[in-house]
């Protein structure tokens, strides 16, 4: 039997957290989002290194030993939150969790780079990819394949923080992973979530140093990537709906606010309830992948399936109780209804992960 989890936030942990959200309150207000998705770019280097480099986030999780904090995977949950809180324009998730992870499973003295923030990398699947579609019986599937010397062919599709990264961690369809810097074409797609470009990858017997054969180094990748997730997904929910009831006190209808009115209140005690369960669910699961619980799989599930769905009903509540200023360009609701909308399907959709913790549980269907 595991011990409980600790939902709790630590002393460190909240004064993480004070950093990082004074850091971006600093370097990527909301305007200046909205302004950086009108370009091509997308990302914002500068506030990447600020985080990465000057608040030491991007090796977070990475041994000191391999140039990192420390530190563990709630502390990484953490700045997930508060990045989910601004839908700050940097490769986080891609680097510092799936990139990261994947090298440190395979002891790869790369991840050293990554935890210096001095390069990026990501993980080159498509960014629905469900990190149970690698479990025993449901094999892994990858158009890229190992050819002569160790060279990868195939192509994958809406890989996330793609566009930015210095160096790729590329799964063949084996399961077995490799590291790709050079040699691919890259193409950007348009993606829903402007604040998280994807593109395409091609690879036409490019060259490629192996990382593990091992395919578990790849099923727990992604397994703490739909994990931490939903502690993204947590912090959309909660701006979401801060930022609305402090609207509905403000905005004044009948000479009185509109938050008095009774049906209000309930939908905004209704989206409390959601957004309280979300963050016991994202911290369970945090805390299961940081101590390496048996009960992490079960806790990922029921995070991935808990939060994704919140995230969406909460920003969705957000447009539709601030009335026509929720449905305007210069207003942020949208940009955090499309991070939810992409972050949704983004790693195993909420049914996926439902019908996985059924299966863990021992549910009848």
């Not at 790869?108 to 469900?130: C, I, N, Q």
């Not at 109780?321 to 929720?326: E, T």
């Not at 949704?344 to 059924?358: S, Y």
Request: glycine share 8%; with cysteine.
């Amino acid at each position: 039997m595991t011990a409980d989890p600790n939902l709790l936030y630590s002393e460190i942990e909240e004064e993480l957290r004070a950093s990082v959200r004074d850091l971006l309150a600093d370097h990527s207000p909301v305007s200046a989002v909205l302004a950086r998705i009108e370009g091509s770019d997308g990302y914002d280097p500068a506030l990447w290194r600020k985080l990465a480099a000057d608040l030491g986030a991007a090796g977070l999780q990475v041994p000191e030993s391999h140039g990192g904090a420390g530190a563990s995977l709630r502390e990484t949950a953490v700045v997930l939150e508060e990045l989910g809180r601004s839908v700050a324009p940097v490769p986080f998730l891609g680097s510092a969790v799936l990139a990261t992870t994947a090298l440190l499973l395979a002891g790869d003295d790369a991840v050293r780079s990554l935890a210096d923030g001095s390069r990026t990398g990501t993980l080159a699947v498509p960014f629905s990819t469900a990190p149970f579609s690698t479990a025993p019986g449901r094999p892994f599937t990858s158009s890229v394949t190992l050819g002569p010397g160790g060279t990868l062919s195939g192509r994958v599709t809406s890989v996330a923080d793609a566009r930015s990264a210095d160096l790729l961690v590329v799964p063949a369809a084996d399961g077995s992973l490799h590291l790709v810097e050079t040699g691919y074409e890259l193409t950007a797609r348009t993606s829903l979530d402007l604040t998280r470009p994807l593109a395409d990858l091609t690879f036409d017997r490019t060259p490629a140093r192996p990382l593990t054969a091992d395919p578990a180094v790849l099923a727990h990748t992604l397994l703490t990537g739909a994990g931490l997730l939903a502690s993204e997904q947590l912090g959309i929910a909660e701006w979401c709906l801060t930022s609305t009831v402090g609207y509905l006190r403000e905005r004044r209808q009948f000479n009185r606010p509109l938050g008095s009115f009774q049906a209000l209140k309930h939908r905004l005690a209704d989206l409390w309830l959601d957004v309280v369960g979300a963050r016991a669910a994202a911290r369970s699961a945090a805390d299961a992948l940081a101590t390496a619980s048996a009960d992490a799989p079960v806790a990922v599930a029921v995070a991935a399936s808990h939060c994704g769905t919140a995230a969406v009903r909460a920003a969705e509540e957000c447009i539709q109780l601030h009335g026509g200023i929720g449905m305007t360009w210069e207003h942020p609701a949208h940009l955090y209804l499309k991070r939810a909308k992409a972050d949704h399907l983004a790693l195993g959709t909420p049914a996926h992960h439902r019908a996985v913790l059924a299966e863990l549980v021992d549910l009848p269907a």
